[in-house]
């Protein structure tokens, strides 16, 4: 029996992981680039600042996804018998705690000056010899920022799926709420030209509650995935198909009576045992169990280290769909 697969993602899912990673670097260029665009024409606007703080706090899952690809594939060693993967987990958690963080700041920053009645100005500045209106130059750099967002986020958004990333996954919920943000700070600008001191706010709060609410979901899954929770698609919802269908697998055993996973995510894969009741006058029972765990790991990439286990009975509540 192989102890440990040096393997980690097949040569098709490892090009689209070298995409993801460049798509990252790129991520990192672009929050430099608008980060500095948005300090020089901050002003006094507080949607125009909540999304400064996002590019800023953005930075963190690139950098978080990016310090995990240099450890997720090495090698187990005495101290880490099960090797490198959950760095990919830890990633995830860090990237969660990130989205958390930006979207309950801005809603606190925000409601307090609804309730100190700030009225936030926005007065003229001189460029090229031209006087105008600093709204202007706002909205035109929140706009130029939105469209480079939406574009990381969608490719994310994909590669996340097919690599069962879920680093990637809020990394795109990020992207997300960075255009959503810069687009609330638009409304906001606009609200200040015309008038409206409150609209600012507002905007921001109502981003700010979504990117709450999407952070909270990232940050209880991660913290589950750290838990030893059953594993579950990269958008958290639901128990992943591949437990029930590995539970099949097993039984279409002729020699398997009864059958229960208990999996694990580490990354992006899945590790665990599988119990299995063989049936009476079952031989070679450890030459079946070897074959079984390799025909289990072969079904699908995500199934890295599987232990089959024979027991007489599988007693208690079922961890298996």
Known sequence: ????????????????????????????????????????????????????????????PPIAFLVANRYRDRHPNARFPWGYHRSVSIAFLTASVALFGLGGYVVVESVLKLVERERPPIGLVELFGVRF???????????????????????????????????????????????????????????IGAGLWWTDAVA???????????????LRAAVANLMDSRPEPVDGKGSHPLIGELRAAA???????DVELRLREMGHVFAGEVLVVPREGTDALVDRCEKL??????????????VVCPVSAIDGARNTP
Do not use: C
Request: aromatic fraction near 8%; charge should be neutral; glycine fraction near 6%.
């Open 133 to 191: 209106w600093l709204g202007w130059l706002m909205i035109v750099v929140l706009a130029l920022t939105m469209v480079p967002a939406i574009l990381l986020g969608r490719a994310k958004q994909k590669l996340a799926g097919a690599l069962h990333d879920k680093v990637l996954h809020a990394d795109a919920e990020m992207n997300r709420a960075d255009w959503l943000t810069a687009g609330a700070a638009i409304v906001g600008v606009v609200g």
């Open 1 to 60: 029996m192989k102890v440990y697969n040096p393997v980690e993602l097949p040569p098709d899912l490892a090009k689209l992981h070298r995409r993801a990673v460049r798509l990252e670097w790129w991520t990192l260029a672009f929050f430099s680039v608008a980060i500095t665009m948005l300090a020089l024409t901050l002003g006094q606007s507080q949607a125009m600042k909540a999304a400064w703080i996002e590019d800023m706090l953005a930075l963190a």
């Open 293 to 306: 765990g390799a025909h289990l790991r072969s079904y699908d990439w995500r199934v890295h280290d599987l």
């Open 204 to 218: 921001a709060v109502i981003i700010g509650a979504d990117i709450v609410r999407d952070g909270v979901r990232s």
């Open 251 to 257: 039984l279409d055993q002729d020699w398997v009576a």
